[in-house]
């Protein structure tokens, strides 16, 4: 099954560590879950629909790791749709709406994160 997997590099980790006092591990954890769901609701979006069933499955998996985010789907021919087959073309719904979810999110994070740090050194 296609499965699309947002991590934060282990750096970010010792990072997170040395910032304890501010709480910047939670609120990493934080952003990480607002773009999982974000990448599920845009893969829905561009997912091809038959009977519904397909795009009903995309889901956020709970987290395993403080710092990262699965996003999945739960039906066998799922990845048949995504990566196409010979009689196919492949429709990457899970990629489309990885990418079309990132966008913008990296600058929004950045500007984010600065407030939550200003707000925790006052």
Known sequence: M????ITFKPS???LAGKFESIK????LQA???ELAFLVEREAKQ???VDTGRLRASIRVLPMIRSLEGIIQTHTEYAIYVHSGTRYMRARPFMYWGAVSAVEGFESRLSKDLES???SKIK
């Open 2 to 5: 296609p499965d699309i997997r």
């Open 12 to 14: 970010l980790e010792k």
């Open 24 to 27: 910047i591990q939670s609120f």
């Open 31 to 33: 952003k990480i879950k």
């Open 46 to 48: 561009v997912t091809p």
């Open 116 to 118: 939550h740090i200003q």
